[in-house]
């Protein structure tokens, strides 16, 4: 995990991947259903203060992503409160079908360990080598800054950049002349 700035953490044209995310396929476990994961990750919800994602019966959360798309994932914000934000985040990519039960069996590709500075809206900057071609990504909130029972997102935001694909089927072959 990197520390760096927030104006540094967020470079090489990278932007907000909401709308490459496939909604249809989102899904969070452990979610109080009255704050549900939506608060925290949709335009418009994410920036209401009074919307929040909220665990239920403990402080873990797991979010499963998926895109439409192939993209690189470079960095990620995720704004909380002090005291019941997320403290340490396991992140793996195109890991599906993941529940509490196997979340141990895999590796993440990067653990982020948030502090209350992060908290208030800096961007972390990922182990960029390990989100090159990313399908789906699975944000585990293994435990909050104190301990609590509940666990509280108000915004998330990840940033990167598409995968530009070439379309074979458009190809043409070109004649000799």
């Known amino acids: 995990m990197s520390t760096e700035s927030a ?18 396929g989102v899904e969070c476990l452990n979610q109080n259903t009255s ?3 939506v608060n925290a990750l949709k335009q418009g919800y994410r920036e209401d203060e009074g919307l929040k994602l909220e665990s239920d019966a403990d ?15 470079h960095s990620m914000l995720i704004i909380g409160p002090e005291e019941d934000g997320p403290r340490t985040v396991k992140l793996f990519a195109n890991k599906e079908h993941m529940g ?27 182990k960029y080598v390990k989100f090159q071609s990313v399908r789906s990504l699975t944000i ?6 104190e301990g609590a ?11 990167g950049s598409t995968v530009e694909t070439t379309d074979m089927k458009g190809l043409k072959k070109i004649e000799d002349h």
């Open 35 to 37: 704050h549900s994961v």
């Open 149 to 159: 029972d509940i666990t509280q997102v108000q915004k998330i935001v990840l940033y």
């Open 59 to 73: 402080e873990q959360l797991l979010i499963y992503i998926p895109f439409t798309q192939v993209i690189k994932l």
């Open 100 to 126: 509490f039960s196997n979340v141990s069996d895999y590796p993440p590709s990067d653990t982020v360990v948030f502090t209350p500075e992060h908290l208030k809206g800096k961007p972390v900057a990922l």
């Open 7 to 24: 104006s540094t953490a967020i470079t090489r044209n990278q932007v907000d991947l909401l709308d490459f995310i496939d909604w249809s």
């Open 140 to 145: 585990f909130i293994e435990e909050n800054q």
